[in-house]
């Protein structure tokens, strides 16, 4: 079963607007950790940003903020202000307490900004 | 700053050739990771190590993959026998305890099997 979901394969944004990549997840665990992962062209993977289960606030770094809705099972990425560098594939993933040693992957949505 | 680094940056080898994927963790962690992307897919975990033993493996990491810290800095994924499936980039990944949320991952080793 899908343990990380991320329903948008694509997305387009504007320069300087704000764009929401959506992830849902699966798990029976209270303890959990939740990341994005930016992928360039490149290839290598850039760690965003962290969301605990037991973090009361949603997490923020600069222009990332991620909106957590435990209830929902939900985890979405919101990027402020895009800018053409963010142009990249974006992975959310999820380290379960009782697995603590691996992290699952969602399929990914590629961000195209638009000058 | 510290990074992970992984050689070589991209491999080719014949089906049936063993091959070994090097990756050097940042030096003050202690859990190591191998993950894998099939060109345009998802990224699968495959396994974990520490304490100089696998923790966690997924059902990918079957028989023909091991895994290895033969010194103090070098952490090594070697593949016995290639298979054509088997083309993908390699991540290496490190994290500095249990405690610890950031993952680091390595530029990746892009496997082209032929």
């Known amino acids: 079963a899908q343990k990380i979901t991320q329903t948008q394969p694509g997305m387009f944004v504007q320069e300087k607007e704000a764009v929401t990549l959506d992830c849902t997840y699966d798990t029976s665990d209270q303890s959990y950790g939740l990341f994005w992962y930016k992928q360039p062209s490149s290839g290598e993977m850039i760690f965003l940003i962290y969301q605990g289960s037991y973090d009361e606030q949603n997490a923020t770094e600069g222009r990332y903020s991620l909106n957590f809705q435990k209830a929902r099972k939900s985890a979405n990425l919101v990027i402020s202000a895009s800018q053409l560098g963010d142009s990249a594939m974006y992975f959310c993933a999820m380290r379960e307490g009782h697995r603590d040693n691996d992290m699952r992957f969602g399929a990914g949505t590629r961000l195209t900004v638009k000058p | 700053e510290p990074e992970v680094t992984q050689t070589p940056s991209h491999q080719v080898t014949q089906m049936g050739q063993e091959v070994i994927l090097r990756c050097v963790p940042i030096?003050?962690?202690?859990?190591f990771y191998w993950y894998r992307q099939i060109l345009g897919q998802k990224v699968e975990f495959l396994v974990s190590f520490y304490n100089n033993e696998i923790s966690e493996k997924s059902e990918i990491f079957d028989d023909q993959f091991s895994v290895e810290r033969p010194d103090g800095s070098n952490f090594t994924l070697k593949i016995r026998s290639t298979k054509l499936e088997d083309s993908a980039m390699y991540f290496c990944?490190?994290?500095?305890?249990?405690?610890?949320?950031?993952?680091?991952f390595g530029p990746g080793t892009r496997l082209t099997v032929l």
């Open positions: 030096s003050n962690h202690l859990y």
């Open positions: 990944a490190s994290r500095r305890w249990v405690e610890a949320n950031e993952q680091f």
